[in-house]
């Protein structure tokens, strides 16, 4: 299991680099490259269908963000007034981190969870469904009411992008409009 | 400087991508059909079909893409992956209750086995592939009309 | 328990990030690097130690696997969390559209 911690103190480091940088195309890219030690603890931790899934998606949220911030750079200038946040921000992480840590002692101990439902999955998965992964056999039968769930957000949220990049509206009443984005 | 970016990339990259593009369709729906035997799914096939086009996009320049995938035939996909999504949930309900397996199971470890689960992974891909595809296109013709009028 | 402590703190960094910093983009990361710690501790909670993929074989008779409901409610919150993401971008674009900037600080003193 050493290899799990390392790689979790990577993930921890990447990301105080992507915080600290003052360009943003290399913390675009320090985020990348803790989304992808992601995938690769997911494949240690013996999930591999999630393993595809998040480095396809982070390659796709990579690319949205690189098109966002092309050309565009960062002048970077502190006021005083900013160092009274950072100390609160710092003090309420502080107490965050208190309270988390008394409420983790109550958790299983790491490697021995109580698998009171997903015994029966294992078990009866095979014969009720006929799937043999059992992950897509639960998402798409025992569970398939939040697959429903997950779709209807997906198409929101496709909605939502096409409303706030249309170009109508921004037009006076007896201008010609013209769809250049439909 | 955009009108160059509009055109795509650089020869060796549009010489590549017709050999590519063909290869990551395939992986993706190689995922989503067998997403019942092998890890994957539904979800993971349809973000590599998206991520397809987006390699056809980001080496021609949005005009040879859009010529592939026109406006209407990407909500069209959308759409049809929804409706195909609740029409199997909707059968279901004749014979018993919302989302009944009622294909039969067939034999263990074959690709047509497992009821309903392969077309609900095929109905999702389409979804997932086209509505992430069309979130692409929307953004990246946002960025090119502010572009434009600078 | 130490492992647990690393994933917090992991999410620690995004939500320090999200607090402190002045850049719409810089935000944006800082909620990328938080949903990372989060579906990341989903999936060490649901680990057994010498387990398996849930994934049965024809060949081989596997008797323990990992826990697999966490792992299906984490592969749906993985694509949300792009859906998320991407709506995030849209309006990131569209106030640098309107105000010429990315800076919180200067988006509070133009009006209109």
Redesign the interface.
């Known amino acids: 299991m050493i290899e799990l911690y390392i790689l979790l103190v990577l993930m921890i480091v990447g990301a105080i680099v992507a915080i600290e940088l003052k360009d943003l195309l290399s913390a675009v890219i320090s985020t990348g490259a803790v989304g992808l030690v992601l995938s690769i603890v997911f494949l240690i931790i013996k999930a591999p269908d999630l393993a595809i899934t998040q480095i396809v998606v982070e390659m796709l949220c990579f690319i949205i963000l690189l098109r966002a911030i092309l050309k565009k750079d960062l002048p970077f200038s502190k006021t005083d007034s900013w160092l009274f946040n950072t100390f609160v921000a710092a003090g309420f992480i502080a107490m965050f981190l208190f309270v988390a840590v008394k409420a983790f002692k109550d958790l299983p101990e790491f490697g021995y969870p109580i698998m009171r439902v997903a015994n029966i999955y294992l078990k009866e998965g095979l014969a009720k469904t006929g799937a043999s992964n059992l992950v897509s056999s639960i998402i798409l039968d025992f569970r398939a009411y939040d697959t429903l769930g997950e779709a209807t957000i997906l198409f929101t949220a496709v909605i939502g992008v096409l409303t706030i990049v249309r170009r109508i509206g921004r037009k006076k009443k007896d201008e010609i409009v013209e769809e250049d984005d439909e | 400087m955009s009108k160059e970016q509009e055109k795509g990339m650089s020869l060796i990259v549009k010489v590549i991508t017709p050999f590519t593009v063909g290869l990551i369709l395939l992986y993706g729906i190689y995922i989503v059909l067998h997403g019942h035997i092998s890890p994957g799914g539904g979800f993971a096939g349809g973000v590599i079909i998206a991520l397809s086009f987006v390699h056809l996009m980001l080496a021609y320049g949005k005009e040879v893409a859009l010529k592939k995938l026109p406006r209407k035939t990407i909500s069209f996909f959308e759409s049809t992956g929804a409706l195909l999504f609740l029409s199997i949930a909707l059968i279901g309900f004749s014979g018993g209750y919302f989302f009944l397996n009622f294909i039969s199971k067939g034999e263990k470890f074959r690709l047509f086995s497992a009821g309903i689960i392969p077309f609900c992974n095929i109905a999702i891909s389409l979804k997932v592939g086209a509505g992430l595809f069309a979130i692409f296109i929307a953004l990246v013709l946002l960025k090119f009309e502010w572009e434009k009028k600078e | ?10 999410f ?6 999200i ?5 719409i ?2 935000i ?3 909620i ?2 938080a949903e ?1 710690a989060v ?2 501790f989903f ?7 010498e ?8 060949e081989v008779e596997i008797v323990n ?5 966490p ?6 919150s ?10 995030l ?6 106030i ?2 309107k105000y010429g900037t ?1 800076d919180i600080t200067k988006i509070k003193e133009l009006k209109g």
Request: with cysteine.
């Open positions: 328990m130490i492992i647990y402590l690393l994933c917090l703190m992991l620690c960094c995004g939500l320090y990030c607090l402190v910093k002045r850049n983009i810089k944006i990361l800082g990328t690097i990372y579906n990341l999936i060490l909670v649901a680990y057994r130690m387990g398996r993929a849930p994934i049965l074989s024809s696997m990992v826990d697999p409901l792992q299906a409610l984490v592969l749906t993985i694509v949300i969390g792009l859906a998320t993401t991407t709506m971008v849209a309006i990131a674009m569209r640098y559209e990315f």
